[in-house]
């Protein structure tokens, strides 16, 4: 089961890895960030990452702080 | 069993906790990862000295864990020069490089820039090319494409007011002592990859004592453009490497007598 | 070494910082200063050190403030009209603390001027021609043995506060040839592996920079660059007196003028007329506690320059208000004579001195 892990407090909600995600499993979250905007969360209830890393490549906040890889 | 493998994790050469004071979805953020990853891969923190110069670019020190030391605006190359000629004057040879925005390389530091690459200074410059002064708001640069709008250029850049904007890799590219000269971009997970590639190679080029190299980093500056950070990806993708080609202009291993 | 030599100015610079341990010079050509240049250009790849003729005189200003950042001893030469090109970087070192060696070889202005000798830039140098709360030590040779001698301490004193030094002379001095000698360098090293870049390794990472968004970290470090200057008022200040203790009158100049003002005060003294010389070496930190004294014993002051009257400034604010102070200068080039002086002086003194 991979998983990302993202630091909420250094999103800035521009939702780069939300439009890369090849399995949009990161959304939109009901806390907001610094920015006021919804920031994001990651959701994998069918085990689907692919810790593919692209979200945290995309990422220009060190938002995602880890991509693992089970 | 399971076993588990970090495939991304934030590089060791950005300091602890940084947060950085970008806009959101500013691609300095992703250029910032993208050196620290390949200063990590050529184990280049600890002998590495990097210049900052003004504009966004300057809080490269509150980011990057290496000694830093920040330029008058423009004068980031003159400043390395100075760096690494007196290490080298010291017997000991150091990493250096500038880190810089298209205003600092182009504008006002042309001639410092364009000299570095002519002396063929063993450096490597970066030069973030957003196509604005972004921290005073988002006026119009060098850089600026025609047609553009920004707050010095209300009605879009125009040939008769404004004149036209300086392709930057390209006239690197024409200098003797450049060893590399490349326009990368980062509006997707292709030209990240391209990207963080370029800049390793433009960083062992100075290792191996080649000269001069330089990426120029097509990046977007979603604010000023008054645009959303997936839609400033967009118009990076289909307005602006019109003007400014996603290529390789120099490079002394492939094409020698350029 | 240690031989006397017949030395020309600008060489005898060049060769004391070699001497001196300069590792680093960046230059641009203009005159009267170009000679340190070429002298360098021969001298420095010989013996594998940095030199850049730079592409301006910003490019070798901001090359200096890259190299002084590796703790190298870095000399910086040029004149005037160029050296007004230097300020902003100029303002960055002494924000940044670095230790930089500006010679500035004075030429007439304002303006591009011309070539004639000129102490028009006193101002400049002393007051400061970059933006901002700093002060740059100032040093202003009269001979070419000073020139050799305040080469070595600007070195000196530039690593030992981590401020810029101007060693200010004017063309003439540049251009003369007179014997000196150049001794080996008489002052310690100074321990700056504190703060040098080169490489975070088995350290924390270090930045120099001026850029301060915090405004009480901006005060702070404000506040504790003027406890430096402080320090180097206290114990740097430096001068020359000549037959002061007496004097009716003394006269105050710098550099070459001295030269000549020197000369004038023989002159009276053998008429039997007590004339004094006061001459700063140090421009900043400026002698004011010291004239201020001499103002208790003598009530009349003749400040004597190569310009309209910039060292007067400090002259008069040295001076306490029952006390005469007259100017007697010439902006450029073919500079006050011994003789008009010496017919200027006897106009200001005339009402005291009968037998003129």
């Not at chain 2, 880190?99 to 002396?119: K, M, N, P, T, V």
């Not at chain 3, 007051?127 to 070595?152: H, R, W």
């Not at chain 3, 101007?166 to 504190?194: C, R, V």
Request: aromatic content about 8%; proline content about 4%; charged content about 20%.
């Amino acid at each position: 089961m991979s998983y990302i892990t993202i630091d909420k407090t250094k999103c800035k909600s521009c939702y780069l890895c939300a439009d890369v995600c090849p399995k949009a499993l990161i959304k939109k979250d009901g806390d907001t960030g610094k920015t006021g905007q919804a920031t994001v969360r990651f959701e994998d209830k069918n085990n689907e990452c692919l810790a593919c890393a692209q979200c945290a490549m995309v990422c220009p906040d060190l938002a995602i702080v880890s991509v693992i890889k089970e | 069993m399971q076993t588990s493998e970090i495939k991304y994790t934030v590089p060791k050469s950005i300091k602890k906790d940084t947060v950085f004071t970008f806009c959101p979805g500013c691609d300095h953020g992703v250029a910032l990862r993208l050196v620290a990853e390949v200063l990590d891969e050529l184990n280049l923190r600890e002998k590495s000295v990097a210049i900052a110069s003004s504009g966004c670019s300057v809080l490269l020190y509150d980011f990057l864990d290496v000694d830093c030391i920040e330029s008058p605006h423009g004068r980031a190359c003159a400043v390395a020069t100075g760096v690494k000629r007196a290490h080298k004057a010291n017997g000991s040879d150091k990493f250096v490089f500038t880190y810089q925005g298209d205003g600092d390389f182009a504008s006002i530091g042309l001639g410092e820039s364009l000299h570095s690459a002519l002396r063929g200074e063993n450096i490597t410059a970066i030069c973030i090319n957003n196509t604005n002064y972004g921290m005073t708001g988002g006026q119009m640069g060098p850089t600026s494409a025609m047609g553009q709008i920004t707050t010095t250029s209300p009605t879009g850049r125009n040939k008769e007011y404004h004149g036209f904007p300086i392709k930057t890799a390209e006239h690197i590219a024409l200098c003797d002592g450049v060893s590399y000269s490349a326009r990368v971009a980062l509006y997707d997970i292709k030209n990240i990859i391209n990207a963080k590639k370029t800049i390793k190679k433009a960083f062992e080029y100075q290792l191996e004592g080649l000269g001069f190299s330089f990426i120029e980093i097509l990046s977007s500056c979603p604010t000023n453009w008054k645009l959303s950070p997936s839609e400033a990806h967009k118009k990076i993708e289909n307005e602006l490497t019109k003007t400014y080609p996603i290529k390789v202009f120099k490079d002394i291993k492939e094409t020698p007598n350029v | 070494m240690s031989e006397k030599e017949l030395l020309k100015g600008n060489i005898a610079i060049a060769r004391s910082a070699l001497a001196a341990g300069c590792s680093c010079y960046f230059g641009y050509p203009i005159t009267p200063q170009t000679e340190i240049g070429e002298f360098l250009s021969y001298e420095m790849p010989k013996r594998k050190l940095a030199y850049v003729c730079a592409e301006s005189e910003i490019g070798a200003i901001n090359m200096a403030l890259g190299a002084s950042a590796t703790g190298a001893k870095v000399m910086v030469s040029s004149s005037s009209c160029a050296v007004s090109l230097m300020q902003e970087a100029l303002s960055y070192i002494a924000s940044d603390e670095l230790p930089v060696v500006l010679v500035n070889v004075m030429r007439a202005g304002p303006g591009q001027g011309h070539i004639y000798p000129s102490q028009g830039d006193y101002n400049q140098a002393v007051i400061g021609g970059g933006n901002g709360d700093y002060k740059t030590i100032v040093l202003a040779p009269s001979s070419v043995q000073e020139c050799v001698d305040m080469t070595f301490r600007a070195f000196y004193l530039s690593q030992k506060y981590r401020n810029p030094v101007i060693l200010l002379l004017d063309g003439m001095l540049g251009q003369m040839a007179e014997p000196a000698i150049i001794k080996d360098n008489p002052y310690p090293e100074t321990d700056n592996s504190s703060w040098v870049l080169n490489g975070a390794n088995q350290r924390p990472a270090r930045e120099i920079r001026s850029l301060e968004p915090n405004q009480n970290k901006l005060i702070r470090h404000i506040y504790e660059m003027n406890k430096k200057y402080k320090a180097l008022e206290a114990n740097e200040t430096d001068w020359e007196e000549y037959q002061t203790q007496d004097a009716d009158f003394i006269l105050t100049a710098f550099g070459t003028m001295a030269r000549s003002a020197k000369a004038v005060c023989n002159y009276y003294r053998e008429k039997g007329i007590k004339c004094g010389l006061f001459r700063p070496k140090t421009l900043y930190p400026f002698p004011f506690e010291r004239l201020r004294e001499l103002t208790k014993t003598t009530k009349k002051f003749i400040d004597i320059e190569m310009n309209m009257g910039q060292m007067l400034r400090d002259v008069r604010l040295s001076i306490l208000s029952n006390v005469q102070i007259s100017f007697i200068g010439k902006p450029v080039g073919d500079w006050l004579s011994e003789s008009e002086m010496i017919g200027a002086i006897d106009n200001i003194i005339k009402d005291c001195y009968a037998n003129i």
